[in-house]
């Protein structure tokens, strides 16, 4: 990468392949999650992150280049995290604070990477891009947002509860 256009394009491409991965793992955390508000809230973010893949192509295409992902190896590590928070426990508040915590890990860094690459087009001049990328930001925050205030008003009750108990 020799160039602040090279940079922005390696990341597009890694940010392509992590959200492709997470269509793919967000029905498993769901199916996974035992709150009826979490398992909502990752099905809802399902149906965000198709459309965060549909922009991404979008951008692809506005850059006049061919839309491919490249291995990702931070979102690799995120979600085997969660598959293990999915093995390692049972079903239960304390499985969904997990689960959470992994959720919220995933848009932590896509939060990190959309605002990289926004500031990076619009100091490249990709400006008609930077609408598109945006809109996926927010959708982010607003995610990580809802599943902070799950674990903060419900789950993480739930879990501290069940600890004690045991």
């Not at 999650?33 to 149906?47: N, V, W």
């Not at 990702?72 to 999915?86: D, F, N, P, S, T």
């Not at 499985?95 to 932590?108: K, M, N, P, S």
Request: proline share 2%.
């Amino acid at each position: 990468m020799k160039s602040l256009d090279d940079l922005f394009m390696h990341f597009l491409q890694d940010v392509y392949y992590a959200e492709r991965q997470l269509v793919k793992a967000l029905p498993k955390m769901a199916k996974n999650a035992e709150a009826p508000a979490l398992k909502a809230a990752f099905t809802a973010h399902h149906g965000e992150t198709i459309h965060h893949v549909e922009r991404l192509e979008q951008v692809f295409e506005h850059l006049g280049k061919p839309a491919k992902g490249i291995p990702c190896e931070a979102i690799k590590g995120l979600i085997e995290e969660a598959e293990e928070v999915i093995s390692d426990s049972v079903a239960g508040a304390v499985r969904d604070a997990g689960l959470i915590a992994c959720g919220q890990a995933v848009e932590h860094y896509e939060m990190a990477r959309y605002t990289s690459m926004i500031a990076w087009a619009t100091a490249t001049g990709h400006t008609d891009v930077v609408s598109l990328l945006r809109q996926t930001l927010s959708e982010e925050t607003k995610a990580e947002k809802g599943l902070g205030d799950l674990a903060a008003h419900d789950i993480n009750k739930s879990a501290a509860a069940m600890s004690k108990a045991a």
